[in-house]
């Protein structure tokens, strides 16, 4: 395979040979090193082939042994060449088609993200655009460590990134923080307090640093104080001698209600599918289409699936070329009421989907008290889930006078 | 005499030695698969060819192979190779 294209490239004849000492020209090529391959007898005279530079050496061994040679066939890249040699569009079409191949190669067409769970493609895509780094960027305008460092600092999420530019793919590697409610501990210099951020009944209260200002089992008001960042220095008969301030830090459990409020309409439009699928092929060359002419869309209801396919050679030259197949499936619509069971496995639905969020915010669900109420239009759920969950947020410590000693100083004279 | 006697000695050498034949004595090796394909080595020239039979110059003797549609799908100097339907291979002296 290999050899036959070398052979191809360098060109070769088919000749025919014929005259009076056949096997002594054998003899003498393969003693200078030419190669001749596919021998054959026909005949009187011997047919072969040749390559076109060992041919050019065959003259003074054609007159050694009075053969002559006639060529039957030429084969190869350098006759294919002469033979086409006027079709000077044919060639600038060649050209033309290596220039265009490199100038796309030269673009990003297609950008692949990975990783992302909570972070859309769409979010990230469009942050993309917003830098100009987005669908047919040049590449060498994209400087990937710093790109990888901007996306970790415009979402807060992104803990790693990567991105890698293969042919004219991107692909964005990157890892997001699980979790993020996590609340971050200021560190500014400044006292703060952790004051409630909704109301709620303790549950549980471990301070590492400030003063508690709550216990256990007690009901605390949006922005009540938990823990005080602010130490008090007491002297020997209990009065504040000093303050000394801190960043508090503790771990507090709060009981906190969410109110639930979900109603959706007792009649929803059903569609029946009536079978009838058209389909319409187009291309898409950037933002041109070019939709095939003989199609009509006479349907009055119906739903439209669109699929693309980039056009790509291998696996990471993505060209900026779509296909795209948009298939019309026609439907009847028809008015449908739930039934009460469906409405209530519905509202079920709608429920525990709810709690997943939630549960995924590492909140706890203590208890769900909530009723489901079905008339003639409506179903409306309502009620209240108790939930434990991680309450306090930051807030600066108020900085008080440190009152003047007592008249007694016996004590702070040393 | 001296002829005679430094031949067995050059033999008894590469047979003592265990060194390969083809080297030293210049010996034709054939490779033939099948009935479809031979594989001549060490061979001097072609003495006469036709789709029925090929005679080859070795060395030490000559040889002929016999058969129908007898083709020569390369050679070189020192290596040829042969397809087509063989019936016999003869050592000539």
Redesign the interface.
């Known amino acids: 395979m290999f050899l036959s294209i070398i052979k191809f490239f360098q060109g070769f004849v088919c000749v025919r040979l014929s005259g009076y000492a056949p096997e002594r020209f054998f003899n003498l090529c393969s003693n200078r090193n030419i190669l001749i391959w596919n021998l054959e007898r026909n005949g009187d005279a011997y047919e072969f082939c040749i390559s076109v530079r060992a041919f050019l050496e065959l003259r003074p061994i054609l007159r050694k042994t009075k053969t002559r040679l006639v060529i039957l066939r030429r084969f190869g890249f350098p006759f294919w060449m002469h033979r086409y040699r006027k079709r000077k569009i044919f060639f600038g079409g060649i050209l033309l088609f290596l220039g265009l191949l490199f100038l796309m190669s030269q673009f990003i067409w297609n950008i692949e993200i990975n990783g992302n769970s909570y972070i859309t493609d769409e979010t990230i895509l469009s942050y993309l655009e917003e830098r100009h780094l987005a669908f047919g960027t040049p590449k060498k305008e994209i400087d990937s460590s710093k790109l990888e460092e901007d996306l970790r600092i415009a979402f807060d999420d992104v803990i790693w990134t990567s991105v890698k530019i293969n042919g004219t793919k991107m692909t964005i590697d990157l890892q997001e923080n699980i979790k993020n409610s996590e609340r971050e501990r200021p560190n500014d210099g400044k006292a703060y307090d952790i004051v409630a951020d909704k109301d709620a009944v303790i549950d549980s209260i471990i301070t590492r640093q400030g003063t508690p200002k709550v216990a256990e089992k007690a009901t605390v008001k949006k922005g009540d104080i938990l823990v005080c960042g602010r130490l008090d220095i007491l002297g020997d008969g209990g009065e504040v001698m000093d303050y000394q301030y801190c960043v508090s830090d503790a771990d507090i459990m709060g009981i906190t209600t969410y109110p639930y409020e979900d109603s959706f309409s007792m009649t929803y439009e059903k569609k029946n599918p009536t079978g009838n699928i058209k389909k319409q092929y187009a291309a898409r060359l950037f933002q041109y289409y070019l939709p095939l002419p003989s199609f009509q869309n006479n349907y009055k209801y119906f739903d439209k699936y669109t699929s693309e396919y980039q056009i790509h050679i291998c696996s990471d030259f993505y060209l900026p070329l779509f296909f795209e197949v948009n298939r019309y499936e026609e439907y009847v619509p028809q008015q449908e009421k739930y039934k009460e069971n469906e409405a209530k496995e519905l509202a079920g639905i709608h429920l525990s989907t709810y709690l997943e969020k939630l549960r995924e915010k590492d909140i706890q669900i203590l208890e769900k008290n909530v009723m489901i109420d079905i008339d003639e239009k409506n179903c409306r759920a309502s009620g209240t889930i108790t939930v434990k969950e991680k309450i306090g947020s930051y807030a600066p410590t108020e900085v008080l006078e440190v009152p003047e000693p007592p008249a007694d100083e016996g004590i702070n004279t040393q | 005499m001296g002829k005679s006697s430094k031949r067995p000695l050059k033999k008894q050498f590469v047979e003592t030695l265990e060194l390969p034949r083809d080297l030293f004595f210049g010996s034709v090796i054939i490779t033939v698969t099948g009935r479809e394909e031979v594989i001549v080595e060490n061979y001097?020239?072609?003495?006469?060819?036709?789709?029925e039979s090929i005679r080859l110059q070795t060395k030490n003797c000559k040889l002929f192979l016999s058969g129908k549609n007898?083709?020569?799908?390369?050679?070189?100097?020192d290596e040829m190779k042969i397809t087509g339907f063989l019936e016999q291979i003869t050592y000539e002296p």
């Open positions: 001097k020239g072609i003495l006469e060819y036709t789709r007898l083709k020569i799908v390369y050679y070189t100097n």
